[in-house]
């Protein structure tokens, strides 16, 4: 699989705001944030989509999700709400093909789909 900027982030190749990192996630604020809080969580093992993950990946999964619901508690708007999300290839809108958990907070955001 091809290096992406995700890698080069966890290399510190290039730069990013991180937020949080432990030995197997990084987290970093998005610099096109979708939100007033946009900070995606990404595993340091390399996965291209959620296709990919194996079922001994399973709980990576949730560790990103646990690490995001953390975050959300430690900035003091979990109680507010947030969203998290994570896109599958093209149509899922995954333009980085290194599996990643969008956290948006800060503001409300709105229904998906009809009522």
Do not use: S, W
């Not at 290096?3 to 990192?21: C, G, L, S």
């Not at 003091?76 to 093909?97: L, P, S």
């Amino acid at each position: 699989m091809a290096e992406t900027i995700f890698h080069k982030i966890i290399n510190r190749e290039i730069p990013a705001d991180i937020v949080y990192e432990d030995d197997d996630l990084i987290a970093f604020r998005d610099i096109a944030p979708q939100a007033p809080v946009h900070v995606l969580f990404v595993p340091k093992a390399t996965v291209a989509t959620l296709n990919d993950v194996e079922a001994g990946q399973a709980e990576l999964l949730g560790r990103l999700a646990v690490a995001a619901a953390r975050y959300a508690k430690a900035q003091g708007f979990a109680e507010d709400g947030y969203r998290i999300v994570m896109n599958c290839n093209g149509h899922g809108g995954q333009t980085v093909f290194q599996i990643h958990l969008h956290l948006l907070a800060g503001a409300p955001l709105g229904h998906f789909g009809t009522p």
